[in-house]
């Protein structure tokens, strides 16, 4: 009987990531020397070339294709932004490709510095392009976060005030486009980048459409959104062509009250955030006065103190514009009892900074700004007001109410304004009509549906 055959070794595959010496030929004793200069001449063009192709315009699907992905409009009108500055990085990326060409023929002093001051220039444009590029690519990206639903809620919010204001008009309006856009930044205050203004995160560059920024811990507490209905403001009077006429209005209307100059000058430096609380009011009904009295209900000394350079009414005059115009809607109870909580809260206006001629004044200057501002005719709204072309009162109130215990019953609210539903969730809360955790989900989940 013959010995088993042991079995053959099996064939080695070389490492593909190995480099291996041809059979029959030496390994060399020392490292081939490695060219400097021509590869680093022909990587200072490449270097360009690539960064600029990487600074690309933003795809169709590539922060999702839900509903709460940037629309079509949104990315197009970034861009075209983008596309103006990449004009420039291109022409700039093809020069340095040139010139690292002549400086690899002819690799003298003045060729090597031409190419390296060009690719400086380059690459302050490439920082530019890019600086734009992350701003939006971070905004953009938030909708494929977990806050996705949160942030399409606010911006079916805002285009609902759009839409209320556009049909309210008296007579037809180029249509803005796009519409509002929310994204999300820690913080206290929310804030708004209005359209066609420079900003500077963008290099002082105009900004393309609304921006409306929120605090995470708004969107936790849908029922303080009323931010929302307040920073659309300042973009509607912007796109409405009231920029000149609200400040104006204010003026004209104080000069006729007799007021002091410095006290109207006071009164038309306010006159943005003045127009903005009161257009927040009318959006979304008498809970906005709770969701402002959120915001500005802090210390005395924060309410009391004057900023003699500050866009907004010092706080303590702030809440009283807005009661007054409370009182004006129809909803006599509710301002008062607004009224009697903040007197209560801050009794002396005296015991802060507030100027003497401001306080004086107050009792004639905010229900003649109010007049002025909400029940006087614009030619700017086809000669109707602001109180008529977006109304809001007892029956838009009712309407809110009925919301309220749907979204609280985790029903269907209906075909009610999504504007509507701020106030509809500050209704359920201030009822009890469920716990917060299952409005804030309900609130969401309809708006997000839509």
């Known amino acids: 009987m013959s010995a088993p055959t042991a079995p053959a070794a099996p064939?080695?595959?070389?490492?593909?990531?190995?480099?291996?010496?041809?059979?029959?030929?030496?390994?060399?004793?020392?490292?081939?020397?490695?060219?400097?200069?021509?590869?680093?001449?022909?990587?200072?063009?490449?270097?360009?070339?690539?960064?600029a192709a990487a600074l690309r315009p933003f795809r169709p699907g590539e922060f999702g294709t839900g509903a709460a992905a940037p629309t079509a409009g949104h990315l197009q009108a970034v861009n075209a932004l983008l596309g103006r500055l990449r004009v420039e990085l291109l022409r700039y990326s093809d020069r340095?490709?040139?010139?690292?060409?002549?400086?690899?023929?002819?690799?003298?002093?003045?060729?090597?510095?031409?190419?390296?001051?060009?690719?400086?220039?380059?690459?302050?444009?490439?920082?530019?392009?890019?600086?734009?590029?992350d701003f939006y690519f971070e905004l953009f990206g938030q909708r494929q976060s977990v806050f996705a639903d949160a942030l399409l809620s606010c911006d079916r919010i805002a285009l609902s005030c759009?839409?209320?204001?556009?049909?309210?008009?008296?007579?037809?309006?180029?249509?803005?486009?796009?519409?509002?856009?929310?994204?999300?930044?820690?913080?206290?205050?929310?804030?708004?980048?209005?359209?066609?203004?420079?900003?500077?995160?963008?290099?002082?560059?105009?900004?393309?459409?609304?921006?409306?920024?929120?605090?995470?811990?708004?969107?936790v507490?849908?029922?303080?959104?009323?931010?929302?209905?307040?920073?659309?403001?300042?973009?509607?009077?912007?796109?409405?062509g009231l920029n000149q006429a609200v400040p104006r209005a204010v003026a004209?209307?104080?000069?006729?009250?007799?007021?002091?100059?410095?006290?109207?000058?006071?009164?038309?430096?306010?006159?943005?955030?003045?127009?903005?609380?009161?257009?927040?009011?009318?959006?979304?009904?008498?809970?906005?006065?709770?969701?402002?009295?959120?915001?500005?209900?802090?210390?005395?000394?924060?309410?009391?103190?004057?900023?003699?350079?500050?866009?907004?009414?010092?706080?303590?005059?702030?809440?009283?514009?807005?009661?007054?115009?409370?009182?004006?809607?129809?909803?006599?109870e509710q301002a008062d009892r607004y009224g009697r909580l903040w007197s209560a809260i801050y009794p002396d206006p005296r015991a802060g900074t507030l100027p003497r001629e401001l306080v004086a004044t107050f009792a004639t200057a905010h229900p003649a700004v109010v007049d002025a501002l909400c029940y006087r005719p614009f030619p700017e709204l086809g000669r109707r007001s602001l109180a008529q072309v977006i109304p809001f009162g007892a029956k838009e109130d009712a309407m809110q109410r009925e919301a309220a215990e749907r979204l609280a019953a985790g029903t269907d609210p209906g075909i009610i304004p999504a504007r509507f539903l701020v106030g509809a969730t500050r209704s359920a809360l201030d009822r009890r009509l469920a716990r917060p955790g299952v409005i804030s989900r309900n609130f969401y989940t309809e708006l997000a549906r839509r």
């Open 11 to 51: 064939a080695r595959t070389p490492d593909p990531g190995t480099a291996t010496a041809r059979a029959g030929r030496p390994l060399p004793r020392r490292p081939a020397t490695t060219p400097v200069r021509q590869p680093w001449l022909r990587a200072q063009g490449l270097n360009v070339t690539r960064h």
């Open 96 to 133: 340095v490709g040139r010139q690292a060409r002549q400086a690899a023929a002819r690799p003298d002093t003045r060729h090597l510095q031409e190419l390296l001051t060009t690719k400086e220039r380059a690459h302050t444009w490439v920082r530019e392009v890019e600086r734009i590029w």
């Open 162 to 219: 759009y839409q209320a204001a556009y049909l309210g008009v008296g007579e037809a309006k180029p249509l803005p486009a796009p519409p509002p856009f929310s994204f999300m930044r820690t913080g206290f205050s929310p804030a708004t980048f209005r359209r066609g203004i420079p900003l500077r995160r963008l290099g002082r560059r105009l900004n393309p459409f609304p921006l409306v920024q929120l605090p995470y811990h708004r969107l």
């Open 221 to 240: 507490n849908p029922w303080t959104l009323g931010a929302v209905l307040h920073e659309v403001s300042h973009n509607l009077q912007s796109d409405l």
């Open 252 to 332: 004209a209307r104080l000069r006729a009250e007799g007021l002091p100059p410095s006290v109207v000058r006071t009164w038309v430096r306010w006159n943005r955030e003045i127009y903005a609380d009161l257009s927040a009011l009318l959006l979304g009904g008498p809970a906005v006065v709770g969701s402002l009295l959120d915001v500005v209900g802090r210390s005395p000394a924060s309410v009391l103190t004057y900023n003699p350079r500050g866009p907004h009414p010092t706080p303590w005059f702030r809440v009283w514009i807005s009661v007054e115009l409370l009182r004006r809607m129809g909803f006599a």
